[in-house]
């Protein structure tokens, strides 16, 4: 959808997709390490269950990622120089700030602050050991940690999910968040008010006629206008490439050779990008819920789409099965009743309990991307849908409002707006205008037929950004790198297990780790198999062993 983010909550992040939707994503409302955004259908796997790259990883005009000098650069020593002054900070944890260029061709064009977060090795609670076990052994280093998004706050993630994180991984290693430029506490990127982001999430993303085209045409113009006039500068050097350099400069304040590392959803992105760029710094790096840095913007919001059909899919066999579901016995049924639901909610907005908001079409389409993203939502789901079919469409206004974190006061975090400035950076917009995006509809709905057209219509906003992309698609071989596990879920909603395939594919120490189940991402979720497996990979530097598959 618009936006790809990470729930706080009780230490849990989920970030959705937004604009491009091939953007990112992050960790979902549960444990460690969920996320929520991206999507495809599920590829083949090797009769071993090892690493499949897609066709589309390695096709004709794809260019691999080439890595940085070695070197440090002269203008830029002044930045890896610095000295970090951690103080207390949110309840028992260390915070910091450093300076980066805002533009690293030109480091003398001004910089950015960024802010990190540390729960120094062995402070997070819980016992040293654990099940993969580290009684008696020494410190490791810094593990930097990213939800996702872009747009998912590293610093509440971090704070979030310390405590509950595997004890051996906390005992041995200082969690670090640092929130990348443009988001969070580091220099944050912001587009419109929270009226206005109101009247943006609500804007019919379907349109039938050539005036509700011209609405959404509208909404993404104003959405754009207002980063253009908030961010400034910032707006051209937010990408995904200079946030990995800044990832860089903080490994060395640290005093790490090596950057290790676990990034979710987006986080994938942003990590492999790492890896190409500075390949002989990589340590022990987890990516988990793979994003593909090989596909366009298009190919990868199509795919997306795909991936959240494959999502809806699943919780439809399991809805039909219990007897509080509200869509029918089969999941024919569901997907019919579904799409009525939709149509009677486009042709006339369902009142809610929230002041004189009511539930639009394009909102209860987000309600149900958003659970999605975890079976754990899936119950919730059912009785928002229940009461829409009723008439009320309170319960579903909430679940869209948790997808953009929507505060109880009307505000909105900066989630949405980084991730868009991000995205639109990152790749050329997929459509130069409506008639494009009109002309993509058919294809996307023959990819999901719930969620296609909608998505096709979402990815229409890249089309009027103030700034130019300065990224493109690429390979990311990082050749030379320690291993690199990549974690990849067969139903991810977000990040299609696919994508997966292909990046572990793409890198030249890539190892997959599958996970044959639901939801955005693997690690630290509900899988002991999955834990165990990253968390002897940590703490040890043991890989999984090639094509090991978890889950049912």
């Known amino acids: 959808m618009r936006a790809e983010r990470d729930r706080r909550g009780a230490a849990v992040a989920a970030v959705l997709a937004a604009g491009l939707l091939l953007g990112g994503c992050s960790s979902s409302p549960s444990t460690p390490g969920a996320s929520s955004s991206d999507t495809v259908a599920p590829g083949p796997a090797t009769a071993s269950g090892g690493a499949t790259p ?35 900070c949110d309840e028992g944890f260390e915070c910091a700030t450093f300076t980066v260029p805002l533009d690293y061709e030109h480091p003398a064009g001004g910089d950015l602050t960024l802010s990190a977060v540390r729960a120094p090795a062995g402070s997070s609670g819980g016992p040293a050991g654990s099940a993969a076990g580290a009684s008696g052994a020494g410190r490791l280093g810094s593990l930097l940690l990213n939800p996702g998004g872009p747009g998912g706050s590293a610093v509440e993630y971090v704070e979030g999910v310390a405590k509950t994180y595997d004890s051996g991984v906390r005992a041995r290693y200082d969690l670090v968040g640092v929130d990348p430029r443009g988001v969070g506490r580091s220099a944050p990127v912001t587009c419109l008010s929270g009226e206005r982001m109101d009247a943006y999430t609500a804007v019919d993303i379907t349109p039938d006629d050539q005036a509700e085209i011209d609405a959404l045409v509208a909404a993404d113009k104003e959405f754009a206008e207002g980063c253009r006039q908030r961010a400034g500068d910032r707006l051209g050097h937010l990408s995904t490439v200079e946030a990995a350099r800044d990832l860089d400069v903080l490994r060395a304040l640290l005093g790490d050779e090596k950057l290790n590392y676990v990034g979710k959803s987006y ?23 793979a994003m593909d840095p090989s596909l366009d913007a298009l190919s990868g919001n199509r795919t997306q789409a795909g991936g959240f059909e494959t999502a809806w899919r699943a919780f439809a066999q399991d809805c039909t099965k219990r007897e509080d579901c509200p869509l029918g016995r089969t999941e024919q049924q569901a997907g019919e009743q579904l799409t009525a639901l939709f149509r009677t909610v486009d042709a006339q907005p369902l009142p809610t309990t929230d002041g004189t908001r009511r539930l639009t079409e394009a909102q209860a389409t987000t309600g149900v991307i958003q659970a999605m993203y975890a079976d754990f939502l899936w ?10 079919k009723a008439g009320d469409g309170t319960a579903l206004l909430k ?10 006061d009307g505000s909105y975090p900066n989630l949405m707006f980084a991730n868009m400035a991000v995205n639109c950076l990152d790749l050329p917009a997929p459509f130069t ?35 130019k992309a300065t990224g493109a698609p690429h390979t990311v071989r ?31 120490s890539g190892r997959l780790l599958t996970y044959e189940g639901d939801g955005h991402t693997a690690y630290g979720r509900h899988d002991a198999c999955v834990d165990g497996a990253v968390n002897r990979y940590l703490l040890g530097g043991e890989t999984p062993e090639q094509g090991k598959r978890c889950g049912a």
């Open 54 to 88: 897609t066709a589309a990883a390695f096709r004709a005009g794809v260019t691999p990622l080439e890595p940085l000098p070695a070197a440090v650069p002269a203008a830029l020593a002044p930045y890896y120089g610095q000295k970090l002054a951690w103080q207390p």
């Open 267 to 289: 986080g994938t992105f942003l990590g492999a990008t790492y890896a190409g760029l500075f390949p002989g710094r990589v340590g022990r790096m987890v990516l988990d819920g």
């Open 379 to 388: 119950p919730k789901l059912r009785t928002a849908l229940a009461d829409a």
């Open 399 to 408: 679940l869209s409002d948790s997808y953009y974190e929507r505060g109880s």
């Open 433 to 467: 205008g409506p008639a494009d995006a009109q002309q993509a509809v058919p294809d996307f709905e023959r990819t999901s037929p719930r969620f296609g057209r909608d998505m096709a219509w979402m990815a229409l906003t890249c089309s009027y950004w103030p700034v």
């Open 478 to 508: 990082a050749a030379g790198a320690a291993p690199i596990v990549v974690v990849g879920t067969t139903r991810d909603p977000a990040t299609p297990y696919a994508w997966a395939q292909s990046l572990a594919g793409q890198l030249e």
